[in-house]
């Protein structure tokens, strides 16, 4: 999950964390024999994708791309179809440079991909209406920018429960459908780029190879389901559609063990079920919600209540299976995005400049500019160095995050730039990022 509005709570003393970490170790250890079947199967798939040698699925890393290729092994042993055309299971993208989050790290242009498998619905009338299951497999790498312990900058930052829990739900609900014929379609998406700011759901809706976007029925989002507590389930999201909230609710009544189930809310927030609400699609987002090890190096899979995280993947394996044969339709319910968008469009204004990522000489100078950007319309080029936009000065990356995000699409704003070493003043009208 990336950037939580909320405030998170602090981490405790390094003495009782590294105590508390000993403890549950030993106690997971105990425990694991013990088990049931599909709790020891998720937690494998959690310590692997979780382990130091995957290197926090950092993007551009071995490590994602060995957490990818395992998934995509998995896909293929639960009888799934790859989704890509060409056979495989990876959509490829590449990083864009001026996503907002981007411009903090070296990231723009690397290449990573989602990794997306299908299970065809077997009905005439409905097998072209998709129920999407979706969980990001990304997470920090060695930390930086997103990292909520600055100290840990360099060191791996595992990701267990965000979202190693969710991309193991993923998969284990994927082996329960194995063989199954449901009515609509079922595509299992497992995100990259989302702790950049959603990157991979943003661009799967606008590339979505399997069926047209409009085709999508729902999309059910798993990020950081690993932590149950106190049987307290998230569903955010709820109120996307009319139908959701009796249909959570029956179905949770019909578990054999019941949530604390809390289902409600619009579909903005902070993974990759926002990417579908912006493109008015209804979704639900599951969450065992926050801790103190959220964006810290001790976010580890030894913290992972197994039980609890193969009860969550069983119970959105039924609202999944539900939905995919339900024969009506879902009312979808919208939304205005909040004022400081926390979703896939969240970042502000759109100016459409490449910034150079090596070097900011007493500004942000340009490697390029986006062709039918506001940045070429107002008359930037490569080589411009922009010193201010509006009333902010810029002196580098953050600044120029920073003044975007004060202005709205549709703003006007001067800017400020170098041209060979001269002075000179543009105009430019803001707009909307992918428009
Ligand atoms: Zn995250």
Redesign the pocket.
């Known amino acids: ?2 950037r939580y509005p909320f405030p998170v709570p602090e981490a405790n003393g390094r003495y009782t964390s590294m105590l508390l970490t000993g403890l549950m170790c030993a106690a997971a250890l105990v425990a694991q024999d013990t088990l049931p079947p599909a709790a020891r199967r998720v937690l494998a798939d959690v310590r692997y994708l979780s382990d130091d040698a995957r290197e926090g699925r950092g993007i551009g890393t071995g490590g994602i791309e060995a957490a990818a290729r395992y998934i995509a092994a998995a896909f293929a042993d639960a009888g799934l179809l790859p989704a890509n055309p060409d056979h495989s299971y990876f959509q490829p993208f590449r990083i864009p440079a001026d996503a907002p989050a981007v411009l903090h790290t070296t990231l723009g242009g690397t290449p990573t991909k989602n990794v997306v498998a299908v299970l065809p619905g077997n009905s005439p009338a409905l097998r072209g209406e998709v129920v999407v299951i979706g969980a990001h497999y990304d ?2 790498g060695y930390g930086g920018f ?1 990292a909520l312990d600055p100290d840990s900058t360099g060191k791996v930052h595992d ?1 267990a429960d ?2 190693a829990s969710g991309v193991a739900a993923l998969l284990e609900i994927g082996r329960r459908f194995r063989g199954q014929h449901p009515a609509r379609t079922i595509v299992f998406i497992a995100f990259s780029g ?2 950049l700011g959603d990157l991979g759901s943003a661009y799967f809706v606008q590339h979505p190879f399997v069926e047209p976007v409009d085709s999508i029925f729902a999309m059910l989002n798993m990020d950081m389901v690993g932590r149950l507590r106190q049987e307290r389930l998230l569903a955010l999201g709820a109120a996307t559609a009319t139908e959701f909230p009796a249909l959570l609710d029956s179905l949770n009544q019909a578990e054999p063990e019941r949530f604390d189930l809390r289902a409600s809310g619009d579909g903005w927030g902070p993974s990759d079920h926002a990417s579908f609400f912006a493109a008015k699609r209804p979704v639900i987002e599951f969450f065992t919600d926050l801790h103190e090890d959220y ?1 810290r190096t001790t976010d580890r899979w030894q913290k992972i209540n197994a039980t609890g995280l193969a009860r969550v993947a069983a119970f959105v394996a039924d609202v999944a299976w539900a939905l995919a044969n339900r024969p009506g339709t879902l009312t979808f319910v919208d939304a205005a995005p909040p004022k400081m968008a926390t979703g896939g469009s969240g970042y502000g204004a759109y100016l459409g400049t490449i910034p150079d990522m090596t070097d900011s000489p007493g500004g942000v100078r340009l490697t390029g500019v986006r062709a039918g950007s506001p940045a070429e319309l107002a008359g930037l080029q490569p080589g411009d160095i922009i010193t201010a936009i509006g009333t902010k000065t810029i002196a580098n990356l953050y600044d120029m995050t920073d003044a975007l995000r004060s202005h709205q699409a549709g703003d006007t704003v001067s800017i400020s730039a170098l041209r060979g070493g001269h002075p000179v003043q543009l105009t430019a009208v803001l707009s909307k990022r992918g428009s």
């Open positions: 999950m990336a997470h920090l997103g990701g965000d979202n989302e702790e964006h």
